[in-house]
């Protein structure tokens, strides 16, 4: 993908909206253009990979297994955010992540996204105020889920 | 202290006796039944979507059930069940030919009129796709009259997705977006997994120009009003559908009170400006 329309598509992506244009260039010149196909695996769970990706389109599921079966805990579509915990130094993932449709992607090595944080403090309270967000939507989004809000009335917690 | 409007005196409905024209059977617990009217004996009256029935199973009893289609053919109700208890247990499984008694139709009914010229968002969650059914079908059916459709649904896991074949079909249509999720899901869904309110994130809204059509558990509704907020819809355009304890259908009983509202007689679709007090609270 040519800088210019990396630099389109970055500003079209709701995760960096608001971002000032020379956060976005800086970012624009740490991104790479990937496409995964159907059914492939992103990465593992326990990984030590270190990559974080912007969703250009395409639907990826997080997954968790269990003896005998995989569980999906979320899916991830066209604009989203994947692999987030790559900005913070340490574990590996928790989920598996699977394509589950064709999709693209501008991937950044954690490491490198990192190390701007540190050299440009601005830069890094931006993005790390950004990822903030997406792990507060998604805690929200998984209490959400733990209230199992369907289930038949009379199921009762403990 | 605000006065607590009382109930004016109204002689019910008389029963019409129905009978079972068809019944398909949605979920494991969940079914939707047909009626129409028995025999010679009166027709089913017309209703607007939204509103209820008291549907009498014989010497079972009684319960308050969404009118979920039928408008639009006229002449049939279908109403969709979840069996969880006694009586929606032996209506559920009632044979097809078997007669029901159905008293209404009760309450408010979806801003149908309103939402013309508008586009329109309507978010269930669970069995909550059923009182809604009926206005997605009016919508569909006067196409014209309306904007953009989207219909966002949340269900459980995939095995507990109300009308599939139905949302399938709504989604091929000319200016309407379905996107369903499910909170849990197996590898052979190829869906979304997560709650409705994530489903937000991949629609866009003209604020200014949408009405809102909510109806799921209340939880679900209360996150739903904030995503709509976030997007800027003003609270005067989302209208939520309240389902508490109704037993009478009448605001007689008061077990549907509601601060100053019987949801059975003023509800049970309501402005979100009436609900808004009380949908956090604990015990109103």
Redesign the interface.
């Known amino acids: 993908m040519e800088t210019k329309a990396l630099i389109e598509a970055l500003r079209g992506s709701?995760f960096l909206e608001g971002l000032k244009q020379n956060h976005i260039q800086k970012i624009a010149e740490m991104a790479m253009e990937v496409q995964f196909s159907r059914d492939q695996i992103i990465f593992r769970e326990g990984d030590e990979c270190g990559l974080f990706y912007l969703l250009l389109s395409g639907?990826v599921?997080?997954?968790i297994s269990a003896p005998g079966?995989?569980?999906?805990?979320?899916?991830v579509?066209?604009?989203?955010e994947l692999g987030w915990s790559s900005l913070l130094a340490g574990d590996g993932k928790q989920f598996q992540a699977r394509s589950?449709?064709p999709v693209r992607a501008l991937v950044f090595d954690g490491t490198r996204l990192r190390q701007a944080c540190e050299e440009d403090p601005a830069f890094g309270y931006n993005l790390m105020l950004r990822i903030v967000k997406v792990v507060s939507r998604r805690l929200q989004?998984t209490r959400?889920?733990l209230?199992?809000?369907?289930?038949?009335?009379?199921v009762k917690l403990v | 202290m605000s006065a607590i409007p009382v109930a004016a005196p109204a002689l019910p409905p008389q029963m019409i006796a129905a009978r079972v024209a068809g019944i398909a059977q949605e979920t494991s617990d969940t079914y939707t039944l047909t009626l129409e009217a028995a025999g010679e004996g009166p027709a089913l009256p017309a209703f607007q979507p939204g509103q209820f029935s008291m549907l009498y199973v014989c010497g079972v009893g009684e319960m308050p059930i969404s009118i979920s289609g039928g408008s639009v053919e006229g002449g049939r109700h279908v109403y969709t069940v979840r069996s969880v208890g006694k009586a929606t247990h032996a209506l559920v499984h009632s044979a097809k030919g078997a007669m029901v008694g159905v008293r209404g139709p009760f309450g408010t009914a979806w801003p149908l009129e309103e939402a013309r010229g508008k586009d329109v968002i309507v978010a269930a969650g669970g069995i909550g796709l059923a009182p809604l059914r009926g206005a997605i079908e009016q919508i569909l059916h006067n196409r014209s009259d309306y904007g953009h459709l989207v219909v966002l649904y949340g269900a459980r896991s995939p095995r507990d997705l109300l009308y599939r074949k139905q949302l399938a079909e709504w989604g091929r249509k000319k200016k309407v977006e379905v996107l369903v999720t499910v909170d849990y899901a197996g590898e052979k869904w190829r869906g979304n997994v997560g709650v409705v309110t994530t489903l937000f994130r991949y629609v866009r809204l003209n604020p200014e120009g949408t009405v809102a059509m909510i109806c799921g558990p209340e939880i679900m509704m209360r996150y739903v009003v904030r995503e709509l907020a976030r997007r800027a819809v003003p609270d005067e355009a989302i209208y939520l559908s309240m389902e508490r304890n109704m037993k009478c259908a009448l605001g007689f009983c008061g077990h549907c009170q509601l601060g100053p509202y019987f949801v059975c007689k003023d509800g049970p679709v309501f402005p979100y400006t009436a609900m808004r007090p009380w949908l956090d609270k604990h015990e109103a």
Not at chain 1, 69 to 75: A, K, L, M, N, S
Not at chain 1, 77 to 80: K, P, V
Not at chain 1, 147 to 154: E, N, Q
């Open positions: 709701q639907k599921a997080l997954e079966r995989i569980v999906r805990v979320q899916t579509g066209e604009g989203d589950l449709e989004a959400l889920q209230l199992d809000l369907y289930a038949p009335r009379g």
